[in-house]
Structures are given as C-alpha cells and as structure tokens.
C-alpha cells in the first residue's frame, strides 16, 4: 500500500511552485498563541500529513490557513497567489477546500441542500486548463450510501454518514486543494476504512491533500511526505516511508 | 356583546396581525442568523411609519402614498444594513447580555433622533388612495384598506417560506444560520449574506410600520410598543419561526381584540375593564405558552448558550487589607451628614445612590453568580415601592414595618415570578422577566383603588427618627450595608457556590447532586425580597411612587449601573450604581436628548469597555504592579 | 451482586428505535466497556441510566433499587458518578473548590447561606486531588487547566460523593495517546481499590482492549456482543459492522 501511494507521489511533477505555501504561521486562540512560526509546502497532486498528538495544533493549522482563527504569516501563497489577506471565503472560492473534524453537517438541510450550498462554479488552473471537477452524480458514485439519502436531514444521519457528507459538501466546491482534519477521529474502524479508500481515490483524480492526523496507518496509506508537529511548532519533516523506520520519533510526539 | 360584534373585531384582528407578524418575522429572521434579539426592531417599524408618512407627502398625488411606503422601506432597510456593519459585526462574539443592551442604545439613539428630526407631537399620515371606503359586513362598516391589510400578512408569509425554502439564497441563509464559520469555509460570503439579512428584516418591520401610516398616527412611544408585541409574538410564536410568529400575531391581535370587544366585565363583584387590559392580556399569553412550551409554538431548543461565567475568575475575599479601606469608606459615608450645612442636596443624592446600590447589587447578584439575565428588576423595585407606600399610607404603619412590608411584597413576587423564569434561560429568561415586569407595571396603572392608577400613592413620608434628610440617609446606608455584606456572606457560603454551580455547568451541577432548578429559584426570590428595600426607601425619599417609576427603563438602568461597574467584581454593582447615579444627576438633567445620551454611554460599555470600570480598573492595576515588578 | 442493571431498555426518537432492548449489568470492582459505531445509541444508553432521559420501555436498578426515570440529582445522591464526552467543570472556581462543590452537594448542603464553602471537606478533597494527581493544580482556576488535566479533575468531582457505579462518556476524547493510556490505568486502579462498578465509552480500541474486563457492543440499538475482550475481537458480527479487518487501526499501544 505504501507503494502505491509511492507511486504517486511524482503526479503533478510539471508545476513548479508548490500549491500551497506557508512560511512562519502563527496562530492564536483568543490571548492563548498555538502555533509558532510554523512553515510546510503541499505540491500539485500531493497528499501531506501533518501528525503530532492532540493539543500538538494540527487542527489549529489547518483552521490558520483557512483563515478560521487569527494568524499572521510571513508567506501565505496558494496556487502562486499570495492570500494571506484573504477572507475565508475568499479562500475557498480560490479553490481552498476545509473538512472539519467535528464534520459540522447543516442539520436542518437536507443531503441535497448541503451539497448545494457548498457548490462553486468549475474553476481553471493557473495555467488555464480546466481543474477536475465534481458533480452530485459523481460524487454519489464516490459515496454510494449517500445516493440514496439525497432527501434526507442532515441531522437523521450517522456518524460515518455524516463523515461522507462533509467531505463530498467540500468536493461541490471543485476544489484544488483539501484541508482534511482529522477524518479518522470518533468513526468507526470500518468507516476509517472506507474513507481512506475514498481519500485514496481523490488523490489519484489529482486532487491535493493535507491531512491533520494522529493514525500514522491511516496517513501511510494516503500520504507521501510528514510533518511532524509538537506544542505548534515543527519537529520532523520527511518521507512517510522514513517515519516509519523510525519508531523512537513516533512514540516521542505520540502517534499512534 | 354580540356574535356579530365578536367576528368583526376578529376580522379587525386580522388587521392589526399582518403589521405585528411583519415586525416579528424581521426580528425573527434577524435572530434566526445572528443570533442576536435586535432591541431596536421596533426603531425601524417607527422609523417605516414616519419616513413614509413624509416620504408619501413629499411625491403627493395618488402613487405618493405606495411611493412613500416603498421609499420608507428601503430608506430603513439600507439603515439596517448599516446598522449590521457598523454595530452588530463588532458584538457578534459578546455574550448576549452585552447583544441585547447594545441593540437597546441604538433604539434610544433613534428614539432621539425622531424626537430631533420630527418634534414630539404625533403625525397623522395620509390615507391609501383607492382603499378609502368600507364595505358592509354582518351589518357594520368594515375598512377595505383592513381587509387589504389582513391579507399583506399570509402573503409575506408565503413569500418569506418560498424565499428560505426554494431559493440558493434561502439555502445559504439557513446553512449560515445553523453554522455560518463552515458556511464561509464553503465559500458563502457570510459577511455580506448577514447584511442583507439584517437589511431584510429591517425592511420588513418599515414595511409593517409604513402601511400602518392610514390605520394610527405616528408617534415617540410607537418603537417600545411595537417591540413589546414583537417580543410576545416571536417568543410565543417560537424564536426563529416564520410560520410561528404569524401563527402567534393572529393569536395575540386575536386576544387583544377579544379584550377591546368585551369591554367592561363583572368579575365576583369587581368590575374590570378589559379593554384597558390589553396589554397584561398578552403578557399572560405569553407566559402561558412558555410555560407550557418553554420554546415557543413552533420553536426549537435553542443551542446552549455561551455560558457568561466560564472564564469568570474565583471568587476571593477581600482580605484584611481590603476589608480596613472598606471599614474606612464605610465610615466616612457614615460622618456625610455633618457637612450637610455646607452641601445641603449632599444627603439626597447620597440617598438615591444608596437606593440603586441595592438594586444594583441584588440584580448582580441573580445576573452575574447567579447567570439569569432579568431584563425586570423593576418588578421587585415596584413591589417593594408599592408595598412600603400601600402599608404607610393606607394601613397607617410605621415606617420601618412599612419598608419591612415592601420587603415581603417583593420577595411574593419573586417567588412566584422566578418560579416560572427559572425554567428557561438566556434569551427567553430575558423576555419573561420583562413581561411580568411589564405586567407589575399594568397593575400599578391599572388598579386605581390600590395603586392611584396613573398618579400613584402620594404622601409617603417617613416617621421619626428618619423624617429629616439625615435620619433617612442614614438608614438607606444601613440598609445597603446589610444588603451587600448579606448577599456577600450568601456568595461565600454553600448556597453562592450552588449557584455558580449551575450557572458554570447545569450538567455537571446535577451530576453531582445539586438541584439547580430550586437553587436558582431561591437565589432570584432572595435578591427580589431584598430589591424591594430599594424600592420601599425610593418612595420614602420622594414621598410618592407611581408608575413611571418602575417602567421598563428602570430595569434597564439596573443594567447599565451592572455592567458599568463590571459583571464580574463583587464591588461592580457599587460602584456602577454610584457612577450611573452621578451621572443621571448631573449631565443627563441638562439635556432633551438624555436617551441618545445614555445610548451613547451603554454602547461605550459594550464595545469598548466590555469589563466595566472594574474591570478596567482591574487591568491597570496588573498593568501597574508588573511595572512595578520590573 | 451487580451494582447496576439494565433491563429490555428501549428508546426512539421519532420513529427511529436508538435503543432496542438492551439489557446487560455491571459488578463491583468491574470495568466495563461499551462500544459501537456513532450513533448506534451509546450516549442514549448512558443517559437513560443517568436520568438525563426516560426510556420508552424498560427498567435500570442501582444496588438493587429501580431507578428509572429518576431526575440526574437524585440518582446521584444514590451513588453514581460521571463524566461527559466534554469535560463539565464548574469553570469559575478552582479545582479543590470544584471537589468540595461536590462533596457539599453529595452530603445534601448546598442551602447552607452561613459558614463559608470553602471551609468544607477542604481537606478530603485535597486528598481526592491527591489521588488523581493533581495536588499541585488544587488552587489553580479550572479555566485556565489544560484539557486532559480538566478531565483528572472532572474524575475526581464523580469520585467526591463516593460513589458506587462510576459512569464515564467517552472519558479520553480529546487527549493525546500518552494521556488515555494513563487515564484508564488510573480508572483501572481506582475500580479495584475503591469497589466500584464503572461503565465507559470509548472510540479507542487499544484503551478497550488494554483494560476493560469486559465489552458490550451496540449496534444500530440492538446489544449484538457482550464478553471478553478477545471474544468480542473475535466476533464476526463485531467485525462486520464496527472494526472492519483492522488494517486502518492504530497500532497496538507496545506495552498493555
């Protein structure tokens, strides 16, 4: 499996700034800072992992970048753009998609209403070519069991249900890039599963990942580099094939 | 009465509905997505009828009339719309207690500026051309331009329904209302969709307030009244509901009507005039309904609310240090009355300050350990007003038994009124306390043979040894000195902790034993009992009490007096209420325009004081001593 | 004899059963571990024993007396003790004065309007503090602790009324690996030491399967698997609907 993704990992190879770059974020919570000067580059077609333990500020770096907490960067650029000024939505109408962790399903609307309102026109790549795009069809291909509860509330829905939708919500946007927090926390194994096989699949349609997780399997399976952060700050960079010949970094900033 | 005369009122109803469900849907979307009970909805209605009435005089000719209602509601809907980028866009995050006093200063600023711009005598608007007659019906006149009115409602309502339901706009303004953070992270420009909202529901109240402009004149005291029946229909209707609050305006204009219909009736020998009782009639409905349905008709369990003293820091006592400078103030304030010869109004004022620290404090005491924000402290103060009056002028007795009776009329009330407020929370504890304010206040109006009606109970002056301006001061500081030190023992002890408890966590509160429902019950008659103290030395100091006395604005000054000293300290409520006191006395007796004023005053608590003066103080005390350090 | 028996509950929320006679039981000195996938009625269950709601059908004993449909402050007062997902504290007081709220509560002295709170069982909740290792924390606000310290002292508040069944919702969400583990080692300890029968939920097989001494599974409502840890791993059932084949799963904690 972790050839596979090996394999992978040259996708995008012809561009030639990374997708998204971040250089020395801070974040804070209120007057609490979380996350020091921190730096990581995601490439066209690559999925990167960000791993540490809970506290660590995965999530917090993902919600920086995405503009959901108050940062100050010293470089924010995505697809060659600086954005560091942007609104949230602003950035995800740049092509910036967002997954929660805790999936934040519109309860009162239904599963077709929730794609909607994440739905954005199809966009172009930098270079002009059209960027892969997502239709409710496609997306119910993806998500088999979602295909039938199009009508249902989003409130009526489990736990692992509610996970798909969030993801296929975020995919409406036709985004280039995924921030995904923490897919695999509070689901069942079989659902982890499941959204591995999905996350495996976008990432070979060309779509760009960066994923917040503590699971180094569920990461090995989806992600060609790591980082590694602890207490906000970056501890560990490298291949994910090289983390894992390293037991004594893992077990130091807890992943499981 | 007649059955006749029953389906023409009911019919008049219907009328008078479609303009109350415009001003509560507006308020209703409004909440829906902000989260926030916009105090100054009854401003735009206002604003709708006045700006219409001149607009309309301004085109003349037979379209000024529906130019004017249409040029009123854009006026007032861009005016929302400001409203929400210039005001409401910084309080989105403050807790709600500081949403609703914000919204409240607006209304007051607005309130003057109609008073500046349009003089205080009400303005009759013209009538609707082509919707001047009536048709005949069951033997009586009814206005067409009613009819046409009773059927504006169900069509906004249907097209309000369509709006949320069908469109991309409605379904985004309902992802945005559930979750407007993710809503935004999906790229929906949150930002804007919020503005149009609140431009939305600005519109809609203009346009109830604009098309009322041929029924009622315009008038200064139309904002508060409309925002009463707002209140009542969205919180009976379900807060958030459309469909709710149609339902409940029809209920509410329905019983308002009944009232009027019925006239004067005969109840075991007491003649009661019920047309004058309209407005307890829908305050009853309303505690009604939340009683039976705490949400509303149609609403749902609102989302828990931020919980105000999260972050609140423990409790400490003053220790010994604090306890000499406080024995020291003490005493000083005790020796005021020497210098009387050199600033005779000294002791008055002195007296009216003593008064609002005990209000102050006793409100600090259910809003701030307590988390119960009342918005009708007033009541506790009236009934202890009341009370003190009733007992010394009607039934002869001697003033401290007096004040002692305004004590137990007030902790009557708070029992049976915080049996009831104790069952809801935030934003609908808010609401309840202030109807049953609202219903005391009726019944000091209302009730001459007790009451005096409008002018009140006069002659109520103290015996001795309290009859000169010293003895009394003397005694309103007593009286403040065991009210605070009571209500601090009481925080320190057990029952404080109890109470904090629930307010930090209901669920961890019951999880280990404590039954919040009883423990917040008694804490909120404990402090209306000792409010009525206020209440009771407020009429011995002015000699009389009436109604307007203990109106909706009292409450609020209590709030103010609160938050102005800082929710959070013990000595806040203290030094708010001295602060607030002074103020009143000096600058806002000089002024016309004293609400704009206080408006401008709660709006600097709220956006740039949010800690109040002790909490400033507070931080620069920090700020001092690790200089210090250094 | 059992501390706490459940019989035939059932539950449904507008035509959707979340509980569907379940019936199971917990010893003194036993931990017992409930599992399932989101949704499938644990938080239900929890709260049908907690008071918090009243089940359609069925009954609950505590030490041999029926308690249903009981208010959460009585069944307290007769000996059960919890924790929820999101550790509840009182935030405007301190930690030993968060133990001695509870203690007070316990004994039936919250109306007490003279003698200051913090003269109460100030020294026994210090000792309480002791024991979950938090002595040094005891003046600390309990807003200002960090999370897996909040939920020492959240234990520590359902042990101060001495309690008989100890029932904790998820007691390590949110904390890093390190942390769960010596939380549950912590739980275990005190289940053998003090007696206790205590009930817990938990997304973390590792945890499950380190230290519960039996796991009860739930399904869409239904009980389908109740014995040892190794048997319900085992279960086929179990792995069809809730652990799947095991390969996206944490690795194994090395040292149990």
Known sequence: MTDAAQGNATAGGEATAPLLEVEGLDAWYGAAQILFGLSLTVGRGEAVALLGRNGAGKSTTLKAIMGLVERRARRLAFDGQDVARLPTHALARRGLGYVPEDRRIFTGLTVAENLDVGRQPPRLLADGRPAPGWTTEHLFELFPNLAGMADRRGGQMSGGEQQMLTLARTLMGNPLLVLLDEPSEGVAPIIVEQMAQAILALKQKGLSILLSEQNFRFCEMICDRVYVIEHGELRWRGMTRGLSSLPEVKSNYAIL | ?630 | MSVLTVRSLSKSYGGVRALDDVSFSVAAGELLALIGPNGAGKSTCFNIVNGQIRPDAGHVWIGGREVTGLAPRRIARLGVGRTFQIAAVFGSMTAVENVQMAMIAARGQSFGLWRPAAAHHRQAALELLGRVGMAELAERPAATLAYGDVKRLELAVALAGEPVLLLMDEPTAGMGAGERGALIALVRELVTERRLAALFTEHSMDVVFAHADRVIVLARGKLIADGSADAVRADPQVRAVYLGSGAAMAEEDGHP
């Open chain 2, 1 to 630: 009465m007649s059955l006749d005369g029953l389906l023409f009122q009911a019919l008049n109803g219907l009328a008078g509905a479609s303009a109350l469900f415009l001003v509560a849907a507006g308020l209703s979307i409004i909440f829906g997505v902000s989260r926030i009970v916009n105090l100054a909805h009854g401003s735009f209605y206002m604003l709708g009828i006045y700006l219409a009435g001149t607009l309309a005089g301004g085109f003349g000719g037979a379209f000024g009339f529906w130019a004017g209602v249409i040029g009123a509601v854009l006026v007032v809907a861009a005016l929302g719309a400001l409203t929400e980028i210039a005001l409401l866009r910084r309080i989105y995050a403050a807790p709600e207690l500081y949403q609703l006093l914000a919204t409240f200063a607006l209304a007051l600023i607005v309130n003057d500026a109609v008073l500046y711009l349009w003089g205080p005598e009400d303005i009759l608007g013209p009538r609707a051309p082509g919707l001047e007659g009536a048709i005949d019906l069951l033997g009586r006149r009814l206005p067409t331009y009613d009819i046409f009115l009773a059927l504006v409602g169900p069509a906004v309502l249907i097209g309000l329904h369509l709006l949320l339901a069908r469109s991309r706009f409605g379904r985004l303004i309902r992802a945005a209302t559930e979750d407007r953070e993710m809503a935004a992270a999906l790229g929906v420009n949150e930002k804007v969709l919020f503005t149009a909202v609140f431009a939305l529901g600005a519109g809609l109240a203009a346009l109830g307030g604009a098309l009322q402009m041929a029924r009622e004149p315009a008038s200064l005291s139309l904002d508060l009244a409309v925002l009463g029946d707002a209140f009542v229909i969205v919180v009976v209707g379900g807060l958030g509901s459309i469909p709710g609050a149609y339902v409940a305006a029809v209920l509410v204009a329905e019983v308002k009507a009944l009232c009027i219909a019925l006239g004067t009736v005969s109840v075991g020998g007491f003649e009661v005039n019920l047309s004058k009782l309209t407005l307890v009639a829908e305050f009853l409905v309303m505690a009604i309904v939340l009683i039976v349905r705490p949400n509303g008709l149609f609403g749902r369990p609102q989302p828990p609310a931020r919980v105000a003293g999260r972050g609140e820091p423990p409790l400490r006592p003053m220790g010994r240090n604090g306890g000499i400078v406080a024995l020291g103030v003490v005493a000083a304030l005790a020796l005021l009355p020497l210098a009387e010869g050199a600033f005779p109004y000294a002791p008055v004022l002195a007296v009216d300050m003593l008064v609002a620290v005990i209000f102050a404090t006793s409100l600090h005491f259910i809003m701030g350990p307590g988390g119960m924000h009342s918005f009708g402290h007033a009541a506790y103060f009236g009934l202890g007003a009341y009370g003190a009056a009733y007992a010394a002028t009607q039934l002869g007795a001697p003033t401290f038994a007096a004040l002692a009776a305004g004590i137990v009329a007030a902790g009557l009330g708070a029992l049976v009124f915080g049996w009831f407020a104790v069952r809801l929370s935030g934003v609908y504890l808010a609401m309840l306390t202030l109807a049953f304010a609202q219903i005391v206040w009726s019944i000091a109006y209302q009730w001459e043979a007790v009451t005096g009606g409008s002018n009140g109970l006069f002659g109520v002056w103290p015996d001795a040894p309290l009859d000169t301006r010293a003895g009394l001061y003397l005694a309103a500081l007593g009286g403040a000195l065991v009210v605070v030190l009571l209500l601090r023992r009481v925080l320190f002890a057990p029952f404080g902790y109890a109470l904090r408890a629930s307010r930090d966590s209901p669920l961890r509160a019951e999880a280990v034993g404590i039954a919040t429902g009883r423990v917040q019950w008694l804490g909120f008659a404990l402090a209306g009992a000792l409010c009525g103290l206020a209440g009771g030395l407020f009429a011995f100091a002015k000699g009389s009490i009436s109604p307007e006395a203990i109106s909706v604005g009292r409450s609020i000054d209590g709030l103010v007096m609160v938050l102005l000293g800082g929710v959070e300290s013990l000595l806040g409520p203290i030094v708010g209420a001295g602060a607030f006191t002074l103020l009143q006395d000096s600058v806002m007796r000089e002024t016309d325009y004293w609400r704009a004023l206080l408006g401008a005053l709660i709006l600097a608590i709220v956006l740039i004081f949010p800690g109040g003066l002790m909490g400033g103080a507070a931080r620069l005390w920090a700020l001092a001593t690790r200089r210090a350090a250094r």
